[in-house]
């Protein structure tokens, strides 16, 4: 079910049943795409939407809980099952519209192809309950103090303030984040002005879709928006900066300005010294606990 009565509800007095999405008799979705996740939703889905009297009917594509064919995977938006039928909401609209999804005039969206239901549940009629962070961040003691991430003020959890640094260094006090500001990287050249936080590289909430160490598939500072950042191994293919496509790799996808290791593939991984480091351990030299700089090392066993 999904309607407006639930506490808080913004938009008004409208309602569905569920057979507005569901035929209980037909895997309608599988038979249509021949895939195998259909969960009995629809393939022409009908609504009368009495608050804006807009009467909405759209084929769908519901096919898998993550990526292509997901609840809310990008265009065309409104062949998506999370978005057809909205016109208000604040997220997720059918023509794509939604002022939450834009930034700078530019689409962002709202966690596209991401599994909605892990923050929607259907059993509170797809309204946002939160979700727990992803592993290793999802013991009981985690579970019950999502505070310990996120910001707490006036003893409420504001889940969409950004996560400062000092948070996550509550338990990671050695790690450091990577910026120019000498207050908080004494090794910084002063070549560059920058200011990268820890979780504008890693993503402790949402699935990073099979990276290591929790770092993000999309990062907001890449030189190439959109990139799709893979490290599946610490040298080599899948590594830090293994060689091009240079805006796929973490370490490489946000530079455009340093001397090499950019990620618009203008430059190489030739270091001042002559020597190729492509698919080289970067942190035996780019201290995590010294900002990335060069003079030292944390590199893990
Ligand atoms: C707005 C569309 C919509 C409505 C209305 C709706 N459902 Fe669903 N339902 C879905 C979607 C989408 C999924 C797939 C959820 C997932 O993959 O996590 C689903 C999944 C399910 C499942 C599979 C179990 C699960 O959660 O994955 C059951 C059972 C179900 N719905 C029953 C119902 C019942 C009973 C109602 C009415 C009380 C209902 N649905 C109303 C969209 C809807
Ligand atoms: C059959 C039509 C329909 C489908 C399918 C549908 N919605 Fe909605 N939803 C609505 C309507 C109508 C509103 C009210 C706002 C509007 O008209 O845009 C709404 C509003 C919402 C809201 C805001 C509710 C509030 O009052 O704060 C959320 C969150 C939401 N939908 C999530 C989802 C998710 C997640 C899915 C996919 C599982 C989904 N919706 C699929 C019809 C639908
Ligand atoms: C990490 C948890 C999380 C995930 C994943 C997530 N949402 Fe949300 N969503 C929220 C929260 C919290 C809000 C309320 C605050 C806000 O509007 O940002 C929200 C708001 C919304 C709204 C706007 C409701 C309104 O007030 O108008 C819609 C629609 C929506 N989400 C749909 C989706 C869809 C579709 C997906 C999957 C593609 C999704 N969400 C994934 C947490 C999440
Ligand atoms: C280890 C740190 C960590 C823990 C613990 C954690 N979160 Fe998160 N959470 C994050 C980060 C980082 C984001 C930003 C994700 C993004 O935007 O990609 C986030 C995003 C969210 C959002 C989406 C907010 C928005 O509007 O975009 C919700 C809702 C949320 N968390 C709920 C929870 C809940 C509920 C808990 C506890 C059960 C929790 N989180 C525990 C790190 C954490
Ligand atoms: C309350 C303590 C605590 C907080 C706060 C916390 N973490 Fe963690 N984190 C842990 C523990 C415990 C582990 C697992 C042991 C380890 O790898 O050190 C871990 C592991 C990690 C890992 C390694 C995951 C892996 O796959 O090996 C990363 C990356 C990480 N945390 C990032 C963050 C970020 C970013 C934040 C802030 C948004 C954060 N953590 C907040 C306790 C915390
Ligand atoms: C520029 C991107 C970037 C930023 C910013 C960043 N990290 Fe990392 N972090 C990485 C990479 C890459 C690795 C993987 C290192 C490796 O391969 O061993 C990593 C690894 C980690 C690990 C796992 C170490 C282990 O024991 O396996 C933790 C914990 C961590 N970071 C925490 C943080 C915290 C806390 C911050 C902010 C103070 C932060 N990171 C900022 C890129 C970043
Ligand atoms: C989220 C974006 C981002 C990521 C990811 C990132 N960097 Fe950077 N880095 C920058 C920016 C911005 C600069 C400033 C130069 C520029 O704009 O190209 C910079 C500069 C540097 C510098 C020169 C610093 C100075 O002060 O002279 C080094 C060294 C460096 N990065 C190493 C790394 C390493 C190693 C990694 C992988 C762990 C990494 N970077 C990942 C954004 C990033
Ligand atoms: C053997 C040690 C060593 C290794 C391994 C190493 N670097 Fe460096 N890196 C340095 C030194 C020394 C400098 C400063 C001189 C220079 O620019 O070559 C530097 C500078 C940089 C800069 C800044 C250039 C500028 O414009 O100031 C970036 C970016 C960078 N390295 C990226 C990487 C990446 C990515 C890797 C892993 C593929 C890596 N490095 C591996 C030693 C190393």
Not at 5 to 20: E, H, L, M, P
Not at 234 to 246: E, K, N, Q, T, W
Not at 289 to 301: C, D, I, L, R
Request: charged share 20%; net charge negative; glycine share 10%.
């Amino acid at each position: 079910m999904h309607s407006s009565i639930v506490v808080g509800a913004k938009y008004g007095n409208w309602d569905t049943s569920c057979t507005t999405c569901h035929n209980p008799h037909q895997q309608e979705q599988n038979l249509a795409y021949k895939t195998t996740y259909g969960k009995y939703i629809k393939e022409y889905i009908c609504f009368d939407n009495p608050v804006t009297g807009l009467n909405i009917q759209e084929f769908v594509k519901f096919t898998a809980p993550t990526g292509t064919g997901s609840f809310a995977d990008g265009v065309p938006y409104n062949e998506n099952v999370c978005e057809m039928c909205h016109t208000q909401t604040n997220h997720h609209r059918r023509d794509g519209s939604a002022p939450g999804d834009a930034k700078g005039g530019s689409y962002v969206g709202h966690f596209d192809g991401k599994k909605c239901t892990d923050c929607h549940p259907h059993a509170d009629g797809f309204y946002p309950s939160g979700g727990v962070a992803q592993s290793p961040h999802n013991t009981a003691f985690f579970n019950s103090n999502c505070q310990l991430c996120h910001v707490e003020s006036g003893g409420r959890v504001d889940f969409s303030a950004k996560i400062p640094d000092t948070n996550c260094q509550r338990c990671h006090g050695e790690r450091d984040a990577h910026t120019s500001d000498p207050a908080r990287n004494e090794f910084a050249t002063g070549n560059y002005t920058y200011s990268i936080m820890c979780v504008d590289c890693h993503d402790p909430m949402i699935s990073v879709e099979g990276n290591r160490k929790l770092l993000r598939p999309q990062i907001e500072f890449s030189v190439i928006p959109g990139s799709n950042v893979v490290n599946t191994k610490r040298i080599g293919p899948g590594s830090l900066a293994d060689g091009p496509p240079r805006n796929e790799n973490i370490c490489e996808t946000c530079h455009a300005n340093t001397s090499h290791n950019k990620g618009d593939g203008t430059g190489n991984g030739v270091h001042a010294d002559g020597i190729n480091y492509d698919g080289a351990y970067c942190m035996l030299c780019h201290d995590h606990n010294k900002s990335f700089m060069v003079p030292g090392t944390s590199a893990e066993e």
